[in-house]
Each structure stands twice: as structure tokens, then as C-alpha cells.
């Protein structure tokens, strides 16, 4: 079973996370906490008006949140803020096992949804989105004063 959570995609985001670093400036960013795990995590970024063209991530935390915070950076960049809240409800939805998984438009990141099987981990999972949408939401924010 533990095979299906920790699939090579995972190891290698945990092992090598992408867009790994603190972004300065950033036009927004959040701090995500999951105090079921342990896991931290900053998530910064970079806008041009509705559309994100950068995003990195800080923090500490188990394999699954790290990887998922490193799949999210990837998967989030280029797109607009819609199309980036969009993908983390099909996210949500995957790792809760309340949809399946769509591997076409999740790529990757349907590797985490083994988490299913393991309530505890889906937080680790979908820790780093929720981070995302806070800092989207202090970017939009910072715009809009
Ligand atoms: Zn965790």
C-alpha cells in the first residue's frame, strides 16, 4: 500500500522540490500550517493581472507535502487565478476520493491521489493549494488598494 502513497513522482518532487525558495518581491504570499503532520509551508507569488507568472514555496514537511507543494508551483504557473482555483477544487476533489482523477488535466499530480486511502495525509496533499489561494488572495488584495 505504502508503494501506491510514495510513487516515484512523489520521492523525486520531495527529493529535488521545484521552485524551491523564497521569491523577493512577490505580489503575494501565505503561510500554511497542518498541525495533524507537522508540515509548513510559505507559498509566494508573482502576478500580471489575472494571470500568475511565478510561483515558489518554503517550508518543511513530510514527503507528500513537499511534493505536492512542488507539483502545485509547476502546475499553477501560466495559468490565471481561475484556471489555478479551478485545478485545486479537482485536486481536492481527487485526494479526497470524491472525484476521480482526470490524469490529463492533473498530470503529475494524480500521483498524490493515493492519499485517499489515508484521511491524515490529505491535508499533507492539499496543504500547499490552500496556501496558494491565501497568498492569491492577498495578491488580489494588494492590487486592489
Ligand atoms: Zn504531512
Known amino acids: 500500500m505504502l508503494d501506491d502513497l510514495y510513487q ?3 520521492l523525486d518532487h520531495n527529493r529535488r522540490p521545484r521552485n524551491f525558495g523564497a521569491m523577493e518581491p512577490s505580489d503575494g504570499h501565505a503561510e500554511g500550517h497542518n498541525p495533524l503532520c507537522g508540515d509548513c509551508v510559505t507559498v509566494f507569488v508573482k ?9 515558489t514555496f518554503t517550508g518543511n514537511g513530510c ?12 502546475a499553477v504557473t501560466g495559468k490565471t487565478v481561475a484556471e489555478a482555483l479551478a485545478l485545486f477544487d479537482e485536486v481536492q476533489g481527487a485526494v479526497r476520493g470524491d472525484a476521480e482523477p482526470d490524469d ?3 498530470g503529475e499530480i494524480a500521483a498524490l491521489c493515493g492519499v485517499k486511502d489515508y484521511p491524515m495525509r490529505v491535508k499533507c496533499a492539499t496543504l500547499a493549494w490552500h496556501t496558494l489561494k491565501a497568498a492569491l488572495e492577498g495578491a488580489t488584495v494588494a492590487e486592489s488598494d
Do not use: F, K, N, P
Open 8 to 10: 516515484d513522482v512523489i
Open 47 to 55: 502576478t500580471d493581472g489575472e494571470r500568475i507568472v511565478d510561483v
Open 63 to 74: 514527503a507528500i507535502s513537499t511534493a505536492s507543494a512542488s507539483m502545485m508551483t509547476e
Open 104 to 106: 490529463e488535466s492533473l
